[in-house]
């Protein structure tokens, strides 16, 4: 069958204005969010509702017609994107854009796949509770995407990542049927808890269409300070004399290399650094708590007076309101797309012990200049989990395409120190396309071999979102 035909039936599901095939109209669902992966497109098919989507995976399944489920797109692995084959139908969610019920008794909320993260967290606070997770893409990227990437950010420290804040989920599964595991449950001991099989599989394994939320209620207060530090070893010395003083009270701190800070404050016009001492190290810290903003307030000032005294912090800034708080939050959130502006960033995205923090941005800072002198050394992430986000980024004088072609021998020496420490060479990114191939290096052909015999049992055909997450074994019919 011929894509003429294929694109007239898939029409025919869900509207010719939902099914787009002119390459001027699917060029930017084919293109990464940072125009790293492109790919091609048989077709953009926007399914209206869970009903939809199985008739399209019905059809595509029947036909043998690969499909890449996408939701806002924002994956840095090009794990939402097609090949260039043009074989392909990207599946897009953005329709399935509904909170289906709030229950703020039960803690939960019912949202389908295509909701934002902003507009999730929107409607948590009408009810006055909190959806915890939070990242800089909110306003773009998609609950669907931040399921099937077990999406973590700024405050997996308390609230764990993605995979800690779901307890149900709807999934249309490859060849169009559709499991309704939408339980509010938090105790359900009845077999294999099969919803996480497809939180962080990428859409590998099924469509997610919707899910159910795990809220938390309100802080009754916060507090945020931006502090300067020497080194990290500073910087994690005083996480944990905030630990002992604040316990879960602690909700992120996020390390911000001096260089991060530059790069940010160079796009951001109307930005500027909130200490009057320049360091080589930052932290953003936030204190959320139960209990009241006073108390809370003199907890944390206390330990930041003793960072201060003993010389472990060298400048503190204390956010008097809610206003200042948004001021130091923007400068965090704001490094990842300086750096895609300034073009010419290698990503790498780790996680290891906290206590191997120190020395592995030592040792990765020093195998990165040996490799490419004069690099500017972009690093920032959320120390409090162990998750450090390395990105050299190349000199201000030095052509994009020239420093790129470092680019994979910067990654293999970054990630071979992380796995070295007993990391991961992916904390939070997930695998998609970009990292793939290195699995083959970091698992064991046994946990492969496992992966492989359940995306079979799933999708014997392999035709959702092929060529992602798993690599090619050579000696099985994958």
Aim: proline fraction near 4%; charge should be negative; aromatic fraction near 6%.
């Amino acid at each position: 069958m011929d894509n003429v035909t294929h694109i007239r039936n898939l029409s025919a599901i869900v509207g010719a204005a939902y099914c787009l095939d002119a390459e001027r109209d699917t060029r930017s669902y084919a293109t990464d969010y940072r125009g790293v992966y492109i790919g091609k497109a048989l077709a953009v098919v926007r399914p209206a509702d869970t009903g939809q989507v199985s008739l399209v995976m019905n059809y595509c399944h029947a036909h043998d017609v690969p499909v890449v489920p996408q939701g806002g797109n924002t994956s840095l692995l090009g794990g939402a994107v097609p090949d260039d084959t043009g074989h392909a139908v990207i599946l897009s969610l953005s329709r399935l854009n509904r909170v289906r019920s709030v229950d703020a008794v039960n803690d939960t909320m019912v949202v389908e796949a295509g909701v934002t993260l902003q507009e999730a967290r929107s409607h948590a606070d009408e009810v006055r509770k909190l959806f915890p997770l939070r990242i800089g893409s909110e306003g773009s990227c998609q609950i669907g995407g931040n399921l099937s990437t077990n999406a973590g950010g700024t405050a997996v420290l308390r609230y764990g990542n993605m995979r800690d804040l779901i307890l149900g989920v709807e999934v249309v599964l490859p060849w169009g049927e559709v499991w309704n595991g939408l339980r509010a449950l938090r105790k359900d001991n009845t077999g294999y808890d099969l919803k996480q099989l497809f939180i962080g599989a990428e859409g590998t394994l099924g469509v997610v269409t919707a899910a159910v939320l795990k809220l938390v209620p309100k802080p009754r207060s916060e507090s945020t300070a931006f502090l300067g530090f020497k080194s990290p070893r500073g910087a994690l010395s005083f996480f944990g004399a905030l630990r002992k003083r604040l316990g879960q009270d602690v909700t992120a701190f996020e390390l911000i290399s001096a260089a991060a800070l530059e790069l940010v404050l160079a796009h951001l016009q109307d930005a500027r650094s909130p200490l009057s001492v320049q360091s080589s190290w930052y932290v953003l810290a936030e204190m959320a708590s139960g209990r009241a903003q006073e108390d809370l307030d003199d907890a944390f000032y206390e330990a930041l007076q003793a960072g201060l005294e003993d010389g472990t912090i060298e400048d503190a800034a204390i956010a008097t309101a809610d206003s200042h708080a948004a001021e130091f939050w923007r400068l965090r959130e704001e490094i990842s797309d300086a750096q895609t502006r300034t073009g010419g960033s290698v990503r790498c995205d780790i996680s290891v012990p906290l206590s191997q923090i120190p020395a592995f941005i030592e040792r990765a800072t020093q195998s990165v200049l040996q490799i490419a002198p004069q690099t500017r050394m972009v690093i920032y992430g959320h120390m409090g989990d162990g998750n450090v986000h390395f990105n050299p980024l190349r000199p201000a004088d030095v052509p994009v395409k020239e420093y790129l072609a470092f680019g994979a021998q910067i990654s293999k020496a970054v990630d071979d120190i992380a796995v070295a420490m007993d990391g991961s060479i992916s904390a939070e990114h997930g695998v998609g396309a970009g990292k793939r191939d290195e699995l083959l290096v970091v698992k064991s052909r046994t946990e492969l071999e496992m992966a492989w015999r359940v995306k079979r049992a799933f999708d014997p055909k392999n035709l959702l979102n092929p060529g992602k997450v798993l690599p090619l074994l050579h000696t099985a019919k994958e």
